[in-house]
């Protein structure tokens, strides 16, 4: 692929990097709903879990259905252009926002029709993620991709990072003292995201956004074929376990300061900005480690890029450094492992999932800040895990790409079904011993970035 060509795709790139932002910042909102309607509804552990069970169940349905549909027909987004999926799940998911302040403005809201909201919410997104991970991998070289797709998931938990602290503050604080109660706290930020959306499906559709396959090469396939690539079938389970793991920290992470840390919710949604923002350091980290460039300068790069986003993060929070320090320790612990892992996508996966069981252990195994720091940690070691399994999981598909990318969303279903499980744990022995479900998922992970992702199969049809 010539240089020129590459230059053409920077433009959808960035487009492409702003719808990153802004489902990332809807996706994390989550976290802040499950200890809001709890507290609204009188919910137990699990009841609040289930908002992430209809907000990810969604991607399984919609993924489902785009896969049997791949499969007996033909791959939809050869039909209908990438660009235009992506429209659609944007229009999707803006009527699922002003549905959710439509309820939420009710005199008797109910919890069933939050739920619905969600999962309207979270079918629009399995439309997105269906369409834009493999469209970034595909503007580019091939051997770059995991830089890419790594960069536009940076900017995803830009807004994972900002929405912990937004979106507490007006939910738990700002609409709620301002002659509001219950439910509709929540009433006039959905109703503006419901708003920026309808936008920004306007800007993509007018966009300089490839609509059609960006391989002219590729012809409409009535089979199953992507299931015959081993190391997709087991990248399958592992977007499932990450997932999984990922949603069931961040989703249990408030009521865990609360009821172990006696913090209040206003307090403890800044220390979730540290979770989702270690994400985001991670995957820009990631995105300069993965690339091309000179190991020199990309070492500064990344030590750069690891302090301005740190920077970030500690200034829009109300966090003292006293109290981050475990963070930065853990940060210097990122940044040599990615030196170990030699810019390989399998080998930093296998590595980050490693460390990710040891922090786990520790915050099972000691209390006080080491505890809470060692949860909040596993964020950035979190970072590169989506990006690295999607693009190592699809390598070498060809024809079968966008249908192993539908393979691939289906399985964050991992997101629907793990945190309930959690919740359920957290009911019937307690909060704290619950998080040893995740540690089980990352596991399998380091399996994967070190053995799973290299099993394939050696002659294709």
Not at 241 to 262: D, F, P, Q
Not at 441 to 450: E, I, Q
């Amino acid at each position: 692929m010539s240089n020129t060509k590459s230059t053409n795709y920077i433009v959808p790139l960035v487009t492409l990097t702003t719808l990153f932002f802004m489902w990332g910042f809807i996706t994390c909102l989550n976290d802040i709903l499950i200890p809001f309607l709890k507290g609204v509804f009188e919910l137990s552990h699990f009841q609040a879990n289930l908002v992430q069970f209809a907000f990810f169940a969604a991607y399984f349905v919609i993924s489902l259905i785009y896969f049997i549909v791949s499969a007996t027909l033909g791959d939809p987004i050869l039909k209908v252009g990438y660009k235009n999926t992506i429209v659609a799940g944007l229009f999707i998911s803006s009527i699922a926002c002003f549905l959710f302040f439509w309820e939420a403005a009710s005199v008797d809201p109910q919890f069933g029709i939050f739920l619905f909201s969600l999962f309207l919410l979270g079918g629009g997104f399995a439309f997105l993620q269906i369409a834009a991970n493999p469209l970034v991998s595909l503007l580019g070289p091939a051997d770059t991709a995991s830089s890419r797709l790594n960069f536009t998931q940076g900017f995803n938990s830009l807004g994972t990072t900002i929405a912990p602290v937004i979106g507490g503050y007006f939910i738990f604080k700002y609409f709620v003292t301002d002659n509001t109660s219950g439910a509709t706290a929540v009433q006039i930020p959905y109703l503006f995201l419901a708003s920026v959306l309808l936008v920004l499906a306007g800007i993509i559709y007018f966009a300089n956004i490839p609509n059609g396959n960006i391989d002219s090469s590729e012809k409409l396939e009535h089979k199953a074929g992507a299931l015959r690539y081993p190391h997709l079938v087991f990248g399958m389970i592992g977007i499932f376990c990450y997932v999984g793991a990922e949603v069931t920290i961040g989703s249990n992470l408030i009521s865990y300061m609360t009821e172990y840390h006696k913090l209040d919710e206003v307090l403890a949604t800044p220390f979730l900005a540290y979770y989702w923002g270690g994400a985001m350091i991670g995957r820009f980290m990631g995105s300069i480690s993965m690339s091309k460039m000179a190991s020199l300068t990309k070492y500064i790069l990344m030590a750069v890029a690891a302090i301005a986003t740190f920077a970030l993060i500690y200034f829009i929070t109300d966090v003292t450094m006293k109290e981050v320090i475990y963070f930065l320790l853990f940060l210097v612990l990122n940044y040599l492992v990615f030196i170990a892992a030699r810019s390989l996508p399998s080998r930093t996966l296998g590595y980050f999932a490693g460390v990710n069981i040891i922090l786990i252990g520790i915050m099972l195994l000691v209390s006080g800040n080491l505890s809470l720091w060692a949860i909040l940690g596993v964020g950035l070691f979190n970072s590169i895990m989506f990006s690295n399994i999607f693009t190592l999981a699809i390598d070498g598909l060809g024809k079968y790409t966008s249908q192993g990318s539908s393979l691939l969303v289906m399985m964050i279903l991992g997101g629907a079904l793990l945190p309930p499980l959690q919740g359920l744990i957290a009911d019937k022995v307690n909060l704290h011993i619950s998080f040893i479900l995740p540690l089980f998922c990352y596991a399998y992970l380091m399996w994967y970035g070190l053995v799973g992702c290299n099993i394939r199969k050696t002659t294709h049809n």
